[in-house]
């Protein structure tokens, strides 16, 4: 609610008439007054308040109950837009229309009659009869109070009937047309007229997909809200298609929630009708575009045909696995500089490229020389196995040494606040890791049968679990049950976005509001087993499922300074765990 504005300087009473510009006076007290005030400048009416509004429109003014714009029930507040409960589901699922019984300008449904009229009906339904909307508001309807319809066992039994009638209906039959309309430009939507034409759209493609929502969103345990919003979206998308009945591209699913609706849920319900069409472009190949534009013609088509064979393979001779993309990413990381280094000397194509050229390019050290050398070999021999290169200017290139980092433990107490996380699922990822030394994609594939009996099963592994990680797994299964209990999905780590669903969780959770990463605990941990075992790589191998070069890393801290203390040419360095400074 927004600050409302100063009283008077002179009565104390009424607000100032205007905060923008600057005014300490209301209407009454202004200089050479009394004046009258104007009308509302959003409603008309003649209760001013200040800056133009009346008490009803302005923001700031005290939360006085009002009649609802929908159905006149009395005792709606401005917080809600002046709308009840009811009328609030009305809004985003029915059109404006004139109702047919008291012709008023509002929300018509599908007997044509507004909410109000509607209500009359239900009032007076006698038992075991229709409702009579024409005999119910043929002299006038009685009003009554907002939000107090209590659920009456009768509604409750016509939603139940209606239940079974859609489940026991046959199957809705549906074929995307094969056919597209060609557009000439497109114009931006209105939002007003799109929500109105929105709700009261009805086709064959919206029962198809509905049938398959209600279905889908029962197995999967979405809540209503999630039903009724995937049902809007849907609706949305059937009026912004530019050729009706046609399969929907997944770009323009990712525009609904600019609009209000929701895309995750309408792409997984479209999808599973088989009615979704994925143009949706890879990070990579934005990443690869970004890179190559402003490059001669003939080296951006050699460069094509490198990055086509990365993610996708080759079956010809010389057969290649498809890579990674992320591996591609690294590539073109160290790779671009010196493409455009290349261009701007005047080479356009990556045939005219020598030893020496190579060599002069790439950076002098660090990670992006590994990624550079690696990139190059790559690509060049692509290149020549596609004929679009004489010779392999990066063969027999020397390696670099990648250099390897000395893992540090980390600061007890900020391990120990994260052990003692609010959140219960960070708290129990925090011990997983701290205590049995798990890493964050073992975290995000962990199902929940992959406990039991007090032990953890990894990788044909058996972890007896330790008994503080026991305490917060039952923590954390109890707050799963109560906030998602007909959930399905597999994996132990769920949150807002994968508990409707059955894919795992990201990267980042739980750990972005940690201060941790996963990574830094396991390292911790295995710091922590060297310096138990005085340096015994075998147990380091099998507890942690480590090679034996992996392992040694980790054998390095033994004896380093910082971390014994020992002197160093004569002189000695205090502890870091010490309270003695030099």
């Known amino acids: 609610m927004s600050t409302p504005p100063p009283r008077c300087n002179a009565c104390q009473v009424n607000r100032v008439a205007w905060t923008k510009p600057r005014v300490d006076f209301c209407y009454d007290c202004l200089p050479g007054g009394p004046f009258p005030a104007p009308p509302c400048r959003n409603c008309g009416s003649a209760d001013y308040f200040s800056q133009g509004q009346c008490g009803t429109c302005h923001p700031g003014a005290p939360m006085h109950p009002f009649s609802c714009r929908g159905c006149l029930a009395w005792g709606v507040y401005r917080v809600h837009n ?48 229709a409702v009579d909307l024409v005999g119910a508001n043929r002299f006038g309807q009685q009003l009554y109070l907002a939000n107090l319809h209590a659920a009456r066992n009768g509604k409750r039994r016509d939603w139940v009937a209606h239940q079974r009638r859609r489940a026991q209906a046959p199957p809705v039959q549906f074929a995307p047309v094969r056919w ?104 990579v190949h934005r990443y690869f575009t970004k890179h190559t534009v402003g490059l001669p013609p003939e080296m951006r088509d050699q460069l094509g045909i490198w990055f086509q064979v990365m993610l996708g393979g080759s079956k010809n001779a010389p057969r290649r696995l498809p890579r990674h993309p992320q591996t591609a990413h690294l590539h073109i990381l160290g790779m671009a500089p010196i493409w455009h280094m290349w261009a701007a000397r005047g080479v356009q194509s990556l045939a005219k490229i020598s030893r020496e050229d190579v060599v002069a390019a790439l950076p002098p050290s660090g990670a992006n020389r590994c990624f550079a050398e690696q990139g190059l070999r790559g690509l060049f021999d692509i290149l020549k196995a596609r004929k679009q290169v004489f010779t392999n200017p990066a063969r027999g290139l020397p390696a670099t040494h990648r250099g390897s980092t000395i893992p540090l433990p980390l600061d007890t107490e900020l391990i120990r606040a994260a052990l003692n996380s609010d959140d219960p699922a960070s708290a129990l990822a925090v011990a997983l890791v701290a205590f049995h030394g798990l890493t964050g994609p073992q975290l995000q594939e962990l199902a929940l049968t992959d406990i039991r009996d007090g032990r953890l099963t990894i990788d044909d592994r058996a972890i007896p679990l330790a008994g503080p990680v ?74 942690f499922g480590l090679t034996v070069a992996g392992a040694m890393r980790y054998t390095t801290g033994l004896e380093h300074p910082d971390l014994t203390g020992r002197p160093v040419d004569g002189h000695a360095i205090p502890h870091p765990d010490s309270h003695e400074s030099s």
């Open 82 to 129: 002046w709308h009840c409960w009811s009328c609030r589901w009305w809004q985003n699922h029915y059109p404006v229309g004139e109702c047919l019984y008291c012709h008023r300008t509002t929300r018509i449904g599908d007997s044509g009659a507004c909410r109000l009229c509607l209500e009359q009906a239900r009032r007076l339904k006698e038992p075991d009869r």
């Open 180 to 283: 597209r309309q060609l557009l000439l430009f497109r114009m931006p939507p209105n939002h007003a007229a799109l929500k109105n034409r929105a709700a009261a759209v009805d086709s064959e493609m919206v029962r198809f997909c509905d049938a398959i929502l209600r279905d889908h969103a029962a197995r999967h345990g979405w809540s209503r809200k999630q039903i009724n919003d995937t049902a809007r979206s849907l609706k949305l998308l059937q009026v912004l298609q530019d050729t009706p009945g046609a399969k929907i591209n997944a770009s323009d699913v990712l525009e609904l929630p600019g609009l209000g609706g929701t895309a995750a849920s309408t792409m997984e319900i479209l999808a599973a009708a088989d009615l979704l069409i994925d143009d949706r472009t890879a990070a």
């Open 470 to 543: 026991r305490t917060r797994l039952a923590a954390y299964l109890d707050h799963r049950a109560r906030t998602w209990p007909t959930t399905i999905n597999p994996h132990l780590f769920i949150n807002r976005r994968t508990g409707p669903r059955t894919n795992r969780v990201g990267r980042g959770f739980p750990w972005v509001k940690l201060g941790v990463t996963p990574q830094a605990l396991r390292e911790d941990r295995i710091l922590q087993e060297i310096h138990a075992t005085g340096g015994d790589v075998r147990r380091i191998c099998d507890l």
